[in-house]
């Protein structure tokens, strides 16, 4: 027996079928969307509340397990990044922004240097 109900059994032919219908959408919603400039208004309300992670990352190496076992206090991990180099600002894990390090009123901070256009965000991706 099949385990779908309606699945005919081996060797029973099948004579009547209905043809699945399609209809055929127009797509002129999406072609509103696209023409949409920097001057028309986006109601954003709906996302306002979204809470995101923000981050702010100083570098990135690799090492393997085996090292990985073995760091303790006072270990050294040497990053990627040179010293003096901004640092990445990520949302959500992506990149949207650099920046360097402040210290205000003896709490670390950062002030942004280069924010990332949407466009360039865009292209990253690809």
């Given at each position: 027996?099949?385990?779908?109900?309606?699945?005919?059994?081996?060797?029973?032919?099948?004579?009547?079928?209905?043809?699945?219908?399609?209809?055929?959408?127009?797509?002129?919603?999406?072609?509103?969307?696209?023409?949409?400039?920097?001057?028309?208004?986006?109601?954003?309300?709906?996302?306002?509340?979204?809470?995101?992670?923000?981050?702010?990352?100083?570098?990135?190496?690799?090492?393997?397990?085996?090292?990985?076992?073995?760091?303790?206090?006072?270990?050294?991990?040497?990053?990627?990044?040179?010293?003096?180099?901004?640092?990445?600002?990520?949302?959500?894990?992506?990149?949207?922004?650099?920046?360097?390090?402040?210290?205000?009123?003896?709490?670390?901070?950062?002030?942004?240097?280069?924010?990332?256009?949407p466009s360039e965000r865009v292209k990253r991706l690809a």
């Amino acid at each position: 027996m099949s385990e779908y109900p309606n699945e005919p059994e081996d060797g029973e032919e099948v004579d009547d079928f209905e043809a699945a219908a399609f209809q055929e959408f127009n797509n002129q919603d999406d072609d509103k969307r696209s023409t949409l400039n920097a001057s028309d208004e986006v109601n954003l309300d709906v996302i306002l509340d979204v809470p995101v992670t923000i981050s702010m990352e100083i570098g990135r190496t690799q090492i393997n397990i085996r090292n990985l076992l073995q760091l303790n206090q006072g270990s050294v991990v040497e990053l990627e990044r040179f010293a003096g180099e901004p640092l990445d600002v990520l949302v959500n894990g992506t990149l949207i922004a650099h920046g360097e390090v402040v210290v205000i009123n003896d709490k670390f901070g950062i002030r942004l240097t280069d924010v990332i256009s949407p466009s360039e965000r865009v292209k990253r991706l690809a």
